[in-house]
């Protein structure tokens, strides 16, 4: 699997590297960092409302060398920092507008940042507002974040479109608890975009068992494609062996270009490397976004470390 792109349940493509810009030196310097991301070959800017950086990063993509009809943007609904109010259903449509004028450009996607933007009870009507803008054109793809088994079920009994894909914290150590989720998903043909895909190795305290392997597999990719193939890289390896889109961050311009590298790279993981980082990761569990994704969706009895 060394494809640059997944296919979306309508129809369109989606890249399968996201640099996002919600995080980190990315999102303080949203319009440089975006501009030397697309400049080193990247075409995939996730961002959102939430981020307090829509018109930078519409600034980034227009003023960059890249044509519009080459990048792929992607940004979401929700609370305004701060606030813990969800977004009342009479005013989704004028949310959804601000988001297109602070872009100055309709994105490719369009998400849903997590079921508490939503008023208790309404995630249905919620997505029926959105899939009421795709049909009048003012929208493109739509799709949902940090929705549980519950919040899926909600919005795909009877929708018009499904939700293309459900953008999650996503690495092994939540494999275990995700599983009910992602075997829902694709009964759906909903893809799975992935957040915080470097936790592993960046947030765990010691790296947990996985470690020692994904520097094993590190080194003999390295050695295989005469190229510096990092245990990070590893990690957005084993994502697109999965299917799963990396949404991932960096304001660094030499990681930027890495990132880039590996975007457009053929390397590859062995069938037998990406089922061992499944097993081994199911062995633990450690989220480091926990305010989403554990309420009413039970995690299960694993260690953390
Ligand atoms: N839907 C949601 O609710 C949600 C939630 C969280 C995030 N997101 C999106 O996902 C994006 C990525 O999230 P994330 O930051 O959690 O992803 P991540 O890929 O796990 O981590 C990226 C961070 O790791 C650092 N980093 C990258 N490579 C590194 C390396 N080799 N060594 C040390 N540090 C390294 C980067 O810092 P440098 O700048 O120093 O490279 C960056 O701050 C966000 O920007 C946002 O667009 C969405």
Same mark, same amino acid.
């Given at each position: 699997?060394?494809?640059?792109?997944?296919?979306?349940?309508?129809?369109?493509?989606?890249?399968?590297?996201?640099?996002?810009?919600?995080?980190?030196?990315?999102?303080?310097?949203?319009?440089?960092?975006? /501009?030397? %991301?697309? @400049? @080193?070959?990247?075409?995939?800017? !996730?961002?959102?409302?939430?981020?307090?950086?829509?018109?930078?990063?519409?600034?980034?993509?227009?003023?960059?060398?890249?044509?519009?009809?080459?990048?792929?943007?992607?940004?979401?609904?929700?609370?305004?920092?701060?606030?813990?109010?969800?977004?009342?259903?009479?005013?989704?449509?004028?949310?959804?507008?601000?988001?297109?004028?602070?872009?100055?450009?309709?994105?490719?996607?369009?998400?849903?940042?997590?079921?508490?933007?939503?008023?208790?009870?309404?995630?249905?009507?919620?997505?029926? =507002?959105?899939?009421?803008?795709? !049909?009048?054109?003012?929208?493109?793809?739509? &799709?949902?974040?940090?929705?549980?088994?519950?919040? =899926?079920?909600?919005?795909?009994?009877?929708?018009?479109?499904?939700?293309?894909?459900?953008?999650?914290?996503?690495?092994?150590?939540?494999? @275990?608890?995700?599983?009910?989720?992602?075997? =829902?998903?694709?009964?759906?043909? =909903?893809?799975?975009?992935?957040?915080?895909?470097?936790?592993?190795?960046?947030?765990?305290?010691?790296? &947990?068992?996985?470690?020692?392997?994904?520097?094993?597999?590190?080194?003999?990719?390295?050695?295989?494609?005469?190229?510096?193939? !990092?245990?990070?890289?590893?990690?957005?390896?084993?994502?697109? @062996? /999965?299917?799963?889109? %990396?949404?991932?961050?960096?304001?660094? %311009?030499?990681?930027?270009?890495?990132?880039?590298?590996?975007?457009?790279?053929?390397?590859?993981?062995?069938?037998?490397?990406?089922?061992?980082?499944?097993?081994?990761?199911?062995?633990?569990?450690?989220?480091?976004?926990?305010?989403?994704?554990?309420?009413?969706?039970?995690?299960?009895?694993?260690?953390?470390?």
């Amino acid at each position: 699997m060394s494809t640059t792109s997944f296919k979306l349940n309508d129809g369109t493509s989606i890249p399968w590297v996201a640099w996002g810009n919600g995080t980190g030196q990315a999102k303080k310097d949203a319009i440089e960092s975006g /501009k030397l %991301a697309l @400049a @080193a070959g990247l075409r995939h800017i !996730d961002t959102a409302q939430i981020y307090n950086n829509e018109e930078e990063t519409g600034i980034a993509v227009s003023q960059s060398k890249v044509p519009r009809s080459e990048v792929y943007v992607t940004s979401k609904i929700g609370r305004i920092a701060g606030d813990t109010q969800a977004v009342p259903l009479d005013q989704v449509r004028k949310s959804v507008q601000e988001s297109l004028d602070r872009l100055g450009t309709v994105p490719e996607l369009y998400l849903i940042h997590n079921p508490y933007v939503v008023p208790e009870g309404k995630l249905k009507e919620f997505w029926g =507002i959105l899939e009421d803008l795709k !049909d009048e054109g003012k929208l493109k793809s739509i &799709g949902v974040s940090n929705f549980r088994p519950q919040d =899926i079920e909600a919005v795909v009994e009877g929708a018009r479109y499904k939700p293309v894909v459900n953008q999650l914290e996503f690495h092994p150590y939540v494999l @275990a608890h995700l599983e009910p989720l992602l075997a =829902i998903q694709e009964k759906h043909n =909903i893809l799975t975009t992935s957040y915080g895909p470097l936790t592993p190795l960046l947030r765990h305290p010691t790296g &947990g068992p996985l470690k020692p392997i994904l520097h094993r597999i590190s080194e003999r990719l390295s050695a295989k494609y005469n190229e510096t193939i !990092d245990a990070n890289a590893v990690l957005l390896l084993w994502l697109r @062996a /999965k299917q799963v889109v %990396a949404v991932t961050a960096s304001g660094n %311009a030499e990681r930027i270009k890495g990132l880039a590298k590996l975007y457009l790279s053929k390397w590859e993981l062995e069938a037998e490397e990406v089922e061992e980082i499944d097993r081994v990761g199911k062995t633990i569990h450690f989220r480091h976004y926990t305010e989403h994704m554990e309420n009413d969706f039970p995690v299960p009895d694993l260690p953390s470390q």
